[in-house]
């Protein structure tokens, strides 16, 4: 059964930096298209950033230049690098792994950024 654990958000100031985490359980990472999405309250779920399983990366306007998405094949696992954060980030935070017609999901971590 594959899972995967979201962690590393929270609160944080204006200008400042979190790094999110996902690890996967019960597959490898390096068989599936992996991203990151958010959806603010409100709001519909949007992609954030996104890495192939060859490596390519694609990144959202509104984050490209200030997010960076990696994975870390032995630790199984897919960061999401968020600096210069901006209020407008806010959201709950989801991990997605892809593969042809298979999406899942992680259970999604909180970023919040207030002064």
């Known amino acids: 059964q594959v899972q995967l654990v979201e962690s590393g958000g929270g609160l944080v100031r204006p200008g400042g930096s979190l790094r999110l985490s996902c690890v996967a359980s019960g597959t490898l990472i390096y068989i599936w298209d992996m991203g990151w999405f958010r959806q603010a309250p409100g709001k519909q779920r949007e992609l954030v950033a996104s890495?192939?399983?060859?490596?390519?990366?694609k990144y959202s306007d509104s984050v490209r230049g200030r997010f960076t998405i990696s994975k870390d094949i032995p630790k199984n696992t897919v960061y999401l690098q968020m600096s210069s954060l901006e209020f407008e980030d806010t959201a709950d935070y989801y991990c997605?792994?892809?593969?042809?017609?298979?999406?899942?999901w992680g259970q999604g971590t909180q970023v919040t950024v207030s002064s």
């Open positions: 890495i192939t399983r060859t490596n390519s990366t």
């Open positions: 997605n792994a892809s593969f042809l017609s298979t999406n899942r």
